[in-house]
C-alpha cells in the first residue's frame, strides 16, 4: 500500500488445516459410528446430562413404553424410578456426577409409560459430552430375571402346597423373633399344632381331598393370628404358630380359643363336610427355652401331652415333660415284671338289654395294681406298652385269660355271654390278631362266638385298607366286631358300610351331656338310628344316673352299660348274674 492509497502487492499467509478437518471428519465419523451402533444395540443405550436424558437409543426407549423422542431432553432417571427406588438412583447419579465414583453399576425398579412395574440394571461412567459432565451407559430390562430369582427364593422358604413359611423360614423367624425379645425383654410364644386323625383323610378319601383340606386349614390360621405373627407348615399335618411380644399367657390361651373356633366350622371339599380339630402344644421363651430348637421341641412335647389328654385341646409345656422318657423307661421295666408277677388282672363290666334287663354281655377292663405305686390307669400305661412289644404279649394275655375263664364258667355249668375284649391298632397292624384268637379258642375248646372284640373308631379310620381286611378275616371265623367310642371319629355313613361290624358302641361323652346338650343329643339319637338302619346292636357306654337311662332308652337304644347298671367286677362277682345251666354243653 503506498503513501498515496494504492495498492501495489499482498501478503499471503498459509495455515495447514487438514489435521482440525481431519480431526472434526473423524469425531463426526465416531459419533456416527456411535449413533449406528447405538441405534442397532439389544441393550438400551443412555446419556444423561443435568438430570435428563440427552440420549436414548430405541432400544431403552422401548424398555420403558416411548419413543425416544418422548424421553429425550423430557424425562431423566428419577422420572422412570419407582418413587421407593428414588433415593437409590439419585444417590448413584449423584455419586458418579461428583467424580466420587468412577462408574455405575445398580438394579432399581422402573415405571413404564402405562404404569407397570419393571426391573432394570443400570451401568454407566462419566464423560464428556459438549463440554460438559454427563454419564454414558447402558440399560438392560431384568424383570424376568429377578421375578425367577425371587421365585425360586419363594419356593425355597415357603411351603409350594399351602403358600405358608415353611420349617426352614419358620425358625429363621423365630431366631428374629428370639434375638428381638433378648434385646427388650419381651417373651415369645411358640405354638405346635397336629391336626387330629388326619391320617384317615387321606387314607380314605385320597391325597387331592387331605391336600385341599390342608390349604383351607392353613387359610383359616393365617387369618386367625395378627400381622407381625408367623404361621408355618412344618411338614405334613404340623403346623407352628409365632407370637411375638405376648405380654402374659392369656395371649396364646385366646389364640388356642379363636382357632378352635374357626376349625369348628366344618370344610366342605368336593361336596363332603368334614370337620377337624387340632392338638396344640406351647412353650414360652424365656420360660421353657432360650433358643429356637428346644423351644419348638418342647412345644412338640406338649402337643403330645395334649393328644394324651384327649385331643383337640392344648397344654403348656412343663418340666415334668422332660421327664417323660425316663420315667416310661421305669414304667416299661415295672410293666415287663408285672406280667410275670402276676399284678395285672382283668375286670368285667356288665352290659344290659334295657328292655329286658337281661345280661348280653359283658366288657373286660384291664386294671394293674402296683406293688408299691398302686392302681395305675391303663391311660397312663396302654400307650407305652403300643409302643413297645408290650402290648402283644398284654393283648395274647388278656384272651388267653378270658377264654379260661369262660371255659370255667361252662364247665361249673353257668351260661357265661359273649364277652368284649379291647384290641389295640397296634394288634390288628403289627401282629397276627387272627392266629392269636384262633389259639385261645382251640386251647379253651370254645367256639368263636365266645368273644367280642372292640376296635376303636379311630383307629380303623387312620388305617382303613389293612384294617378293613384283618376285620374282615375275624368275622369270616364267626368273631363279633364292635366299633368303640363311636361319634367322636371322622366316620362317614358311605364308609361305616364297608365295615365287616356287628355293633356300635356310643362314646360315653355323648351320653353324659345328652339331655342338656342338643348337639350331644342329636349326635347320640342319630347314631341309635344309624345302627338301626345298618341292622346293628347299638351300646351306650357310661350310664351313670337315671336321666341318662331313660335317655338311651327313649332313643331306642338296645343295649346299655356304666355305673347305674353294673360296675366292673372281678370274675367270681360276675358269676352271680350269670343263668346257671348245670346240663349246658358247648
Same mark, same amino acid.
Given at each position: 500500500?503506498?503513501?498515496?492509497?494504492?495498492?501495489?502487492?499482498?501478503?499471503?499467509?498459509?495455515?495447514?488445516?487438514?489435521?482440525?478437518?481431519?480431526?472434526?471428519?473423524?469425531?463426526?465419523?465416531?459419533?456416527?459410528?456411535?449413533?449406528?451402533?447405538?441405534?442397532?444395540?439389544?441393550?438400551?443405550?443412555?446419556?444423561?446430562?443435568?438430570?435428563?436424558?440427552?440420549?436414548?437409543?430405541?432400544?431403552?426407549?422401548?424398555?420403558?413404553?416411548?419413543?425416544?423422542?418422548?424421553?429425550?431432553?423430557?424425562?431423566?432417571?428419577?422420572?422412570?424410578?419407582?418413587?421407593?427406588?428414588?433415593?437409590?438412583?439419585?444417590?448413584?447419579?449423584?455419586?458418579?456426577?461428583?467424580?466420587?465414583?468412577?462408574?455405575?453399576?445398580?438394579?432399581?425398579?422402573?415405571?413404564?409409560?402405562?404404569?407397570?412395574?419393571?426391573?432394570?440394571?443400570?451401568?454407566?461412567?462419566?464423560?464428556?459430552?459438549?463440554?460438559?459432565?454427563?454419564?454414558?451407559?447402558?440399560?438392560?430390562?431384568?424383570?424376568?430375571?429377578?421375578?425367577?430369582?425371587?421365585?425360586?427364593?419363594?419356593?425355597?422358604?415357603?411351603?409350594?402346597?399351602?403358600?405358608?413359611?415353611?420349617?426352614?423360614?419358620?425358625?429363621?423367624?423365630?431366631?428374629?423373633?428370639?434375638?428381638?425379645?433378648?434385646?427388650?425383654?419381651?417373651?415369645?410364644?411358640?405354638?405346635?399344632?397336629?391336626?387330629?386323625?388326619?391320617?384317615?383323610?387321606?387314607?380314605?378319601?385320597?391325597?387331592?381331598?387331605?391336600?385341599?383340606?390342608?390349604?383351607?386349614?392353613?387359610?383359616?390360621?393365617?387369618?386367625?393370628?395378627?400381622?407381625?405373627?408367623?404361621?408355618?407348615?412344618?411338614?405334613?399335618?404340623?403346623?407352628?404358630?409365632?407370637?411375638?411380644?405376648?405380654?402374659?399367657?392369656?395371649?396364646?390361651?385366646?389364640?388356642?380359643?379363636?382357632?378352635?373356633?374357626?376349625?369348628?366350622?366344618?370344610?366342605?371339599?368336593?361336596?363332603?363336610?368334614?370337620?377337624?380339630?387340632?392338638?396344640?402344644?406351647?412353650?414360652?421363651?424365656?420360660?421353657?427355652?432360650?433358643?429356637?430348637?428346644?423351644?419348638?421341641?418342647?412345644?412338640?412335647?406338649?402337643?403330645?401331652?395334649?393328644?394324651?389328654?384327649?385331643?383337640?385341646?392344648?397344654?403348656?409345656?412343663?418340666?415334668?415333660?422332660?421327664?417323660?422318657?425316663?420315667?416310661?423307661?421305669?414304667?416299661?421295666?415295672?410293666?415287663?415284671?408285672?406280667?410275670?408277677?402276676?399284678?395285672?388282672?382283668?375286670?368285667?363290666?356288665?352290659?344290659?338289654?334295657?328292655?329286658?334287663?337281661?345280661?348280653?354281655?359283658?366288657?373286660?377292663?384291664?386294671?394293674?395294681?402296683?406293688?408299691?405305686?398302686?392302681?395305675?390307669?391303663?391311660?397312663?400305661?396302654?400307650?407305652?406298652?403300643?409302643?413297645?412289644?408290650?402290648?402283644?404279649? &398284654?393283648?395274647?394275655?388278656?384272651?388267653?385269660?378270658?377264654?379260661?375263664?369262660?371255659?370255667?364258667?361252662?364247665?361249673?355249668?353257668?351260661?357265661?355271654?359273649?364277652?368284649?375284649?379291647?384290641?389295640?391298632?397296634?394288634?390288628?397292624?403289627?401282629?397276627?390278631?387272627?392266629?392269636?384268637?384262633?389259639?385261645?379258642?382251640?386251647?379253651?375248646?370254645?367256639?368263636?362266638?365266645?368273644?367280642?372284640?372292640?376296635?376303636?373308631?379311630?383307629?380303623?379310620?387312620?388305617?382303613?385298607?389293612?384294617?378293613?381286611?384283618?376285620?374282615?378275616?375275624?368275622?369270616?371265623?364267626? &368273631?363279633?366286631?364292635?366299633?368303640?367310642?363311636?361319634?367322636?371319629?371322622?366316620?362317614?355313613?358311605?364308609?361305616?358300610?364297608?365295615?365287616? &361290624?356287628?355293633?356300635?358302641?356310643?362314646?360315653?361323652?355323648?351320653?353324659?351331656?345328652?339331655?342338656?346338650?342338643?348337639?350331644?343329643?342329636?349326635?347320640?339319637?342319630?347314631?341309635?338310628?344309624?345302627?338301626?338302619?345298618?341292622?346293628?346292636?347299638?351300646?351306650?357306654?357310661?350310664?351313670?344316673?337315671?336321666?341318662?337311662?331313660?335317655?338311651?332308652?327313649?332313643?331306642?337304644?338296645?343295649?346299655?352299660?356304666?355305673?347305674?347298671?353294673?360296675?366292673?367286677?372281678?370274675?367270681?362277682?360276675?358269676?352271680?348274674?350269670?343263668?346257671?345251666?348245670?346240663?349246658?354243653?358247648?
Amino acid at each position: 500500500m503506498t503513501r498515496e492509497g494504492r495498492q501495489e502487492g499482498a501478503v499471503i499467509t498459509f495455515r495447514d488445516i487438514s489435521e482440525a478437518e481431519s480431526t472434526k471428519a473423524a469425531l463426526l465419523e465416531s459419533e456416527q459410528k456411535f449413533r449406528d451402533l447405538a441405534e442397532k444395540s439389544l441393550v438400551g443405550v443412555y446419556i444423561v446430562q443435568n438430570g435428563l436424558y440427552i440420549y436414548v437409543n430405541p432400544r431403552f426407549a422401548s424398555i420403558f413404553g416411548y419413543t425416544s423422542e418422548e424421553i429425550q431432553a423430557q424425562l431423566g432417571p428419577y422420572h422412570l424410578a419407582h418413587h421407593d427406588d428414588l433415593y437409590l438412583v439419585t444417590r448413584n447419579i449423584e455419586k458418579c456426577m461428583s467424580v466420587l465414583a468412577e462408574s455405575i453399576d445398580f438394579n432399581f425398579r422402573g415405571i413404564k409409560k402405562d404404569g407397570s412395574l419393571i426391573y432394570v440394571e443400570m451401568l454407566g461412567a462419566i464423560t464428556q459430552y459438549d463440554g460438559k459432565p454427563a454419564i454414558i451407559g447402558t440399560l438392560m430390562d431384568v424383570t424376568e430375571r429377578t421375578l425367577a430369582e425371587a421365585q425360586l427364593q419363594h419356593q425355597a422358604y415357603h411351603d409350594p402346597l399351602t403358600g405358608l413359611p415353611n420349617r426352614l423360614l419358620g425358625n429363621d423367624r423365630l431366631e428374629h423373633a428370639l434375638s428381638k425379645a433378648a434385646r427388650l425383654g419381651q417373651r415369645v410364644a411358640v405354638m405346635f399344632l397336629d391336626l387330629d386323625h388326619f391320617k384317615h383323610v387321606n387314607d380314605s378319601l385320597g391325597h387331592s381331598m387331605g391336600d385341599a383340606l390342608l390349604v383351607t386349614i392353613a387359610d383359616r390360621l393365617s387369618s386367625s393370628v395378627r400381622q407381625a405373627d408367623t404361621v408355618a407348615r412344618l411338614g405334613g399335618d404340623e403346623f407352628m404358630i409365632i407370637l411375638e411380644s405376648i405380654d402374659s399367657l392369656e395371649v396364646p390361651v385366646i389364640l388356642v380359643k379363636s382357632i378352635q373356633a374357626v376349625l369348628a366350622k366344618p370344610v366342605k371339599v368336593s361336596n363332603q363336610e368334614l370337620f377337624v380339630t387340632t392338638s396344640i402344644g406351647i412353650s414360652i421363651y424365656p420360660d421353657h427355652g432360650d433358643n429356637a430348637d428346644k423351644l419348638i421341641r418342647n412345644a412338640d412335647a406338649a402337643m403330645y401331652q395334649a393328644k394324651r389328654k384327649g385331643r383337640s385341646t392344648y397344654a403348656f409345656y412343663t418340666a415334668e415333660l422332660t421327664l417323660t422318657s425316663v420315667e416310661w423307661l421305669d414304667l416299661e421295666s415295672a410293666l415287663r415284671r408285672a406280667l410275670v408277677q402276676k399284678e395285672l388282672s382283668l375286670e368285667y363290666q356288665p352290659q344290659f338289654d334295657l328292655n329286658t334287663g337281661a345280661l348280653v354281655g359283658a366288657e373286660v377292663l384291664l386294671r394293674w395294681n402296683h406293688s408299691e405305686r398302686g392302681l395305675i390307669s391303663p391311660v397312663k400305661f396302654i400307650p407305652l406298652a403300643e409302643e413297645t412289644d408290650l402290648i402283644q404279649k &398284654i393283648g395274647d394275655w388278656v384272651l388267653d385269660q378270658v377264654c379260661m375263664q369262660v371255659r370255667v364258667w361252662k364247665q361249673q355249668g353257668y351260661r357265661p355271654p359273649r364277652i368284649a375284649v379291647n384290641v389295640s391298632s397296634v394288634q390288628i397292624l403289627r401282629g397276627d390278631l387272627l392266629a392269636s384268637v384262633n389259639r385261645s379258642l382251640a386251647e379253651n375248646s370254645l367256639a368263636a362266638t365266645a368273644l367280642e372284640l372292640e376296635i376303636t373308631e379311630n383307629c380303623i379310620m387312620e388305617h382303613t385298607e389293612k384294617s378293613i381286611r384283618i376285620l374282615q378275616a375275624l368275622r369270616d371265623r364267626g &368273631i363279633s366286631l364292635a366299633i368303640d367310642d363311636f361319634g367322636t371319629g371322622y366316620s362317614s355313613l358311605a364308609y361305616l358300610k364297608q365295615l365287616p &361290624i356287628n355293633k356300635l358302641k356310643i362314646d360315653r361323652t355323648l351320653i353324659a351331656d345328652a339331655n342338656h346338650n342338643r348337639r350331644d343329643e342329636a349326635i347320640a339319637k342319630a347314631v341309635i338310628m344309624l345302627g338301626q338302619l345298618l341292622d346293628l346292636d347299638v351300646v351306650a357306654e357310661g350310664i351313670e344316673n337315671e336321666e341318662q337311662h331313660q335317655f338311651v332308652r327313649r332313643s331306642g337304644c338296645g343295649i346299655g352299660q356304666g355305673f347305674l347298671l353294673g360296675r366292673p367286677v372281678p370274675p367270681e362277682i360276675l358269676t352271680s348274674l350269670l343263668t346257671f345251666e348245670p346240663n349246658v354243653k358247648e
